[in-house]
Every structure is written in C-alpha cells, then in structure tokens.
C-alpha cells in the first residue's frame, strides 16, 4: 500500500506523514511537551502590550508582563505554583489585545447595617478568600458603619494584588470592576462570608455592566510556525466563535484529506484544553457542530465557582506531565491541584456514572468530586462521529499515543533516510548515507519493538508484517512507506463476575 501523505505531483523537497484509521479487533524518546497559553492581559498592561510569544518560567513573571489580576496570570499561578510542582515542560503565553468594544463586569457590595460587635468577614472571590497568601479579610470593630466597613471591604480587596477586580466605595456601597475587559470578565463572582458572625451587617451583590467581548485567536495561532506546540491552553472557554477558529487552524486527521496541523507536510497539531464549569457541558460538545473535530477537549469543574480558564490550566498540570513522562497512561483517577469547588452541600451531575457515561458518549470529559477536588475520570476530545464504535479519536491519550509515534518516527526519518541515496535491495553499495528499502524496513520493525517495549502499541509482530518500503514507480526520487500499528488500550472499565453458593456436607 502506498503513501499518500504527500501528492503524487509534489517534487520540491519535503517530508510528509499522514494519520489514518485502522481496526484491528481480531526507544525512541517520548515526544517533548510544549504548552501555549492563549489568554488576555490586565487592562492596566494592555498599552504596548507585546502579542509575541515569550517562554514564561514563572507566575511572577507572567504577572509582571500581563498584570498580576489578569487571566494569563490566574493560568500560570496554576501551572507554576509557588509551593512548588506544576508543570515541567516549556510554557509559551501567546497574549491577545482585548477585542474593540469589549466592557469589564462590574458588581457592587451593598452594606446595610451597623456593626454590633466585633468580626471578621471575608470576600469570597471565584471561590476563594485568600490567593497567593493574601486574604480578603474585613476586619469589623463594634459601630463601624456601612462606610466604614465599604472602606474596609475595598482595602482587603485592593490590596491583594492577584486579585481580579478593583473597588472603589461610595457611601457604605463598593463597586467591583474587572481588571480586564472581555466576555471572560463575566464569570468573575463576588459573595460575602459573614463567617457565622452576622453582627447586625448584611450585604447585598448585584451585577451592574456584563462583561462582553472576546479577541480573535488566530494570529496567535498563525505565530505557533513549525514550533510543536502539544498542548494549547484556551483562556475564552467555551466562545463557539473561538472554539471555531482553534478547530479550523488545527484541523482534522482525515484519511484522505487532513487539514490544518495535521496536514502531512506539518503534522504538528495539538489538543486545546477549554474550561467548563457548567453542570453538564455537553451543550457545548453535542451541538451537532464538532463531532468530527479532534481539537478542543473539555475540561469540566461543575459548578466550581472558579474560573473556567482555571479548569483548563488544572488539567493542563495532569495532562503535560502524563503526556511527557509517562505517554502510555492517562490522567484518570488524579485530581486538580488547585480549583475551587461548588457552594457547600451542591451535588454536581457526573457524580452520577450514568450520566458520566453519556457525557463521555457525547464527547465531552469527566470528573467526580473525590476527597475534596474534583477528579478527572475521562479525558476527551469533542470527537464523536456516529457510527465510529469505539471512536478513534475521542481519548486526548490516544492522540498523544499517534503524536508520540510520529515524532519518534520523524526522528528515525532524519537520520536514516533525508537528504540520503536510494539505493536497490540488490545492490552492493559502500558509499554513506544510501538508504535501501529493506534498511529502512528493518528500522522500522525495530522501532515497532520500541514502541511495544515503552507500551505505545501492541502486537509489535502486527506493525512489523504490514510495513511496505517502495521506491516510487513514477518519481526515483520518492520512497513511499505504509505501516499499521495497534494503539496500546487503557484499563478503563473492570469488570467482575463472581460465583457464590453454599456448602453442603457430603
């Protein structure tokens, strides 16, 4: 069988690969991760704001170039904690000008009531009342009045300095601005914890301007070039329009016609993490519109009262490292490291496994609420095709199985085979760099050892028989390879059946 990862008619010189579908029923190094993050910065840094990418290495870093209260900072916060962990491989921010016209939410605080005792009360942010080691503490002295604790309410804000909004205090009622304009603003919540200690205060949240607005992607992405960016974080959610334009540069892996990344003359694609805190996601994935896609994966918190871009940074902690140390397992069973959970005594969806089971049908992941955080129990892409049983596709650990076999391949490709002779089987040859067909057919059977041993594929035997190595019948420059392998499964499901009686005497 011969290739077609690049056209007959193509003669310039080029390497292609090409991914298609297989159904087999009856040492290389691991592919290196690279992270983009894709997100906005604080309005304050949006003046000479630089859209090139830049390696972060760390939080601080990434708060000095984008504003500490902005998305791309919440993002790295996550990736690069400061207690130590996160990510192990290179993260580049891609950061994006906030789109024309976009407005920042605005909330207010409505205190009402003098304080009859002494207290503290916190403001409960995104689910959190202390970040990055500052706590949004109000402390209330007996008499204070609701301009006095408004005043007190806006310095606990404004002085932590990751926080994402700003406030200012008129007359006992403090207005809370995003500290960037944009859609993804609108997701921002503020309550107030009285901490059982009401003291004669109440407060009321209302929401005064909608966040709205959301920038275009794909310059970004156009900047991504012949980097081999694995993993992309997508800090505006669940935007149709957005997911729309990661989809259409990523492309497909068609058999006959793959676009995009997967494109045999790149073949550099990635999988774009987009966060979710809605209760059953699958509104997003079961649209009818992405069941063909392999680009975006969902990566849920229901009802966290976090940020959604939270969420995909979470996963992006398990997946990177997974995918980089340890590509043949999966993130299942491990549990995000730093993503609020709902409002005390809320059951969320997929803690029923029917519903995760239809959920992961639909193409949309999964997790549960173990031990207080949410753990991840299917990680997913959006793929979905119906009549695809099981779709080859839909775990983003099968793709990093095929992402990793190319670059192994490509690997062996570089050394053994460009820029080198062909040469006949039957020849005798003792120049260098000739390849002859049943050299690179023996690499190949090699490597399919390989593979088998790091536990990428099985039946190594199987890709070994159905490797073909030919010199193109039409172009003497041209050597075609075809092969087939057997992607590794991932104990998903076990399943017991267990006998039970009683015992009789003889």
Partial sequence: MSSTAV?????????????????????????????AVLAEASTANQSGLSTSPVQITSAAQAGKLYGFSSPMYAIMRILFPVNGGGVTVPVIAFAQLAAGGSAAKAMTITVTGTATANGTH???????EIIDGSAYAVNIVNGDTPTVIAGKIVTAINNVLSCPVSAANTAGVVTCTAEWTGLTSQDISITVDSNNTSIGVTYAVAQTVAGTGTPTVTSSLQLFGSDWNTIVINGYGAVSATMAEY?????IPDPNTPSGRYTGTIFKPFIALTGSTLDNPTSITSAGVRPSNVTIAICPAPLSQGMPYEAAANMAVLFSNAAQNSPHLDVSGQSYPDMPLPVAGTTIAMQDYNNRDAYVQLGCSTVDIVAGAYQVQDFVTTYAPSGEIPPQFRYCR?????FNIRYGYYLLELANVVDHAIANDGDVVTATNVIKPKQWTQIIANYANDLAKRALIADASFMQSSTEVNISTTNPDRLETFFRYKRTGYLRIASTTAEAGFNFGN
């Fill in 398 to 402: 099968n793709l990093m199985l095929d």
């Fill in 7 to 35: 056209a007959l008619n193509r003669i310039s010189r080029i390497v292609g690969y090409q991914l298609t579908k297989g159904t087999f029923n009856t040492s290389s190094p691991n592919l290196p991760q690279r992270i």
């Fill in 122 to 128: 916190y403001i409960n942010i995104n689910g959190r």
């Fill in 247 to 251: 989809e259409a540069f990523n492309g």
